[in-house]
């Protein structure tokens, strides 16, 4: 069977009729079915309702110590907590604070600080004639609303299987002073599921910057989301921390992680890791923000994960939920695509995304199709900082929301959306 690029015109005018009978069918189903946001399933929530349980009226809510947890105070979380959450983020627990229940609250605080006090006394970056940020693309929408927020100019840098290009990220860092940080998802990168290897870790952490004060933000928020059991020896991530401290810039990066999609994305723990100096700098600033974060809800997540075993083992049965509802996604696009030449796609190993390369130019259009037919899935563009994908052809998959059945449906649609969307592109080229 010849690809849809080898097709003749009129084979394309064939094709297209068909498919779209097969999309006006869809549509007359009525569906409504949402691949929009990476948001856990009922199923996964289910499995921490006991959680819920552990803490009770009767329950002595102390820390270790004897501190009376009801009250005010331990402003950077009580040490069962950091202990739990540096397991997590890879690092110490005296290099822990342990915030709310979000981790993007504590990134957008973070650049916030950095923008009005200036990081470890650096000059406020408020105070510069530009700010920029060097965004990895595909990548995560919040992070780059965050940046866009506050007026920094954000600079994509293209992935690879290995991490972001660190030939273009070493250029520009070198001799731009006004790039100030980068984003970063360093394992099962949302939404390309990529983990960086080794050498693009020691890159980041040794690469000369124009900036002093050039800061990594590195958001392992799917450090623990683990799709198959053979992780612990397949998708090891180098510390960053040890890494920046290995190439003398200890103060380079800040960790950030949660465990929204471990636990309850609405009522999780979330913390950061940096060096010394970073963690000082921040309790300086949050003492006068807060007297302290729920201690409460970090006892509860203590005593019902209770380590990184806990948490390994309470993540494979995650895993084994949505592990057949990414396979179902591949096996859907394969099924579908595989001889059409329409579109590439990631075959992750964690995390909670797909990402999806449709024909060029047909993004906006896949989208649209879907929408029509009762699809709802991210925004085309939603991957690229100013939501400007300027290939208009990158689609975030989410597949842990629906059930397999509703799951199934859609990505049955989704992939006639796709056809029709390249098909349509074709004829009016
Ligand atoms: C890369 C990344 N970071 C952070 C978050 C949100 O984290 P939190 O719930 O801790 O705010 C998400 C959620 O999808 C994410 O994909």
Redesign the pocket.
């Known amino acids: 069977m010849s690809t849809y690029e080898e097709m003749t015109r009129d084979e394309l005018l064939t094709l297209k009729e068909a498919l779209q009978k097969e999309y006006d069918e869809y549509c007359a189903l009525d569906l409504s079915l949402n691949m929009a946001?990476?948001k856990p399933g009922a199923d996964q929530l289910d499995l921490s309702m006991p959680m819920l349980d552990v803490i009770s009226s009767d329950s002595v809510v102390e820390d270790a110590d004897g501190t009376d947890l009801r009250n005010y105070g331990i402003l950077d979380g009580i040490e069962s907590a950091k202990v739990l959450m540096a397991s997590m983020l890879d690092d110490e627990p005296e290099n822990v604070i342990v915030f709310g229940?979000?981790?993007?609250?504590?990134?957008y605080d973070t650049v916030m600080r950095c923008w009005v006090f200036g990081p470890n006394g650096a000059t406020p970056w408020s105070q510069l004639d530009e700010v920029k940020f060097l965004c990895p693309v595909p990548g995560?929408d919040?992070?780059f609303g965050v940046t866009e927020a506050f007026g920094i100019k954000m600079i994509p840098v293209p992935m690879t299987e290995d991490g972001p290009d660190m030939d273009v990220v070493k250029e520009l860092v070198a001799n731009d002073a006004s790039i100030k940080g980068i984003w970063c998802?360093p394992k099962y990168?949302?939404p390309g599921g990529v983990t960086y290897s080794d050498e693009v870790v020691r890159e980041l952490a040794s690469m000369p910057t124009a900036a002093d004060d050039f800061r990594i933000f590195w958001?392992n928020?799917?450090a623990v989301h683990h799709l198959y059991d053979d992780a612990a020896e397949q998708d090891q991530l180098l510390d960053i921390a040890k890494a920046c401290a290995e190439a003398g810039n200890p103060d380079r990066y800040y960790k950030?992680?949660?465990t929204?999609?471990v636990t309850l994305?609405g009522s999780?723990v979330?913390a950061m890791a940096a060096s010394p100096a970073n963690v000082a700098d921040v309790k300086k600033h949050m003492g006068v923000q807060t007297i302290g974060h729920d201690k409460i809800n970090q006892l509860r997540h203590v005593e019902f994960l209770k380590d990184a075993d806990g948490i390994a083992k309470h993540m494979s049965k995650h895993a084994a939920i949505i592990r057949p509802k990414f396979e179902l996604v591949l096996e859907t696009l394969n099924n579908g695509l595989e001889s059409t030449g329409c579109g590439e796609w990631s075959t992750p190993r964690g995390?909670?995304?797909i990402s999806f390369d449709a024909p060029e130019g047909t993004a906006k259009r896949v989208v649209e199709l879907a929408k029509n037919a009762g699809v709802t899935m991210t925004g085309a563009g939603a991957t690229y900082p100013y939501k400007d994908d300027p290939a208009d052809s990158n689609i975030r998959i989410a597949p842990t929301l629906p059930p397999l059945d509703e799951l199934d449906q859609a990505m049955k649609v989704f992939v006639t959306c796709v056809k029709l969307a390249a098909v349509e592109k074709l004829l009016e080229d």
Do not use: E, Q, T
Not at 101 to 107: A, D, E, F, G, Q
């Open positions: 946001r990476g229940n979000s981790s993007l609250n504590i990134m995560y919040r992070h998802v990168s949302n958001d928020a799917y950030f992680g949660s929204s999609k994305p999780g979330a995390g909670y995304f």
